[in-house]
């Protein structure tokens, strides 16, 4: 397994605004969408290429193309934020979804469903949750997808932190991992430290906000 870290300046602006906890709703998601969009890149890097032939107007050209179907698998709900951003940059890649919740008393994460495409053996998938905490939900999603025939599988969050990474380490040493930040730990009810708070709550506006705490933004 390797941990992949990303670093560069735009990764760290877009980071910068999605930690702020004045950021709106609609900020927050478009900073999730770009991030997402610059993670494609590195999370694709290693992806096998064939050898093909197309005609351009005026003659044959040899091209590389890549080799298998991508998969897409946001687990729900945090992770449909990021799935925009990733398919911008690989349109044709099919999507499974994986509704996952994390029990807030003992912290363990429960499927509630799962709907994959076919020959997901052949595929190149690509687990999409912005928050690697535990490493409860990745690691539960990550057996499921094996259970399923997923055989090459990439993690791709925006903050995680090292008790997740260890335990995807532990359970699932031949996934690499790309995240955005490696942050310093959890609290008791394991949020990442110092995290962004609910990713899903921040993405859907599902937070309570008092009005007055609104206006005084
Ligand atoms: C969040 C997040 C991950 C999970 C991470 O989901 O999107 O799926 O927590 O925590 P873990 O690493 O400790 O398992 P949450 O359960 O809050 O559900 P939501 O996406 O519906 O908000
Ligand atoms: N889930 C979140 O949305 N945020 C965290 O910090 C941890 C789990």
Redesign the pocket.
Known sequence: MSLHVLDHPLIHENLAIIRDKHTTAGSFRSAVDTLTGLMAYPLTEQLPETQTTVLTPLMEAKVARIASPIVLVP?????LGMLAGMQQMIPEAAVGVLG???NEKT?M?EVYYAKFPDKLSEAEVIVL??????????A?ALTELKAMGAKHLRMACLVA?PE?VSKLTLEHPDVDIYTCALDSG?NAQ?YILPGLG????RL?GTEVVLQDEQHAK
Do not use: H, V
């Not at 687990?75 to 992770?79: E, K, N, P, T």
């Open positions: 687990i729900l709900r945090a992770g996952m919740a994390r912290l994460p949750d912005p928050m690697l905490a535990t490493g409860g939900s990745a539960e932190a997740g959890l394991g609910d990713a899903g709550d859907f």
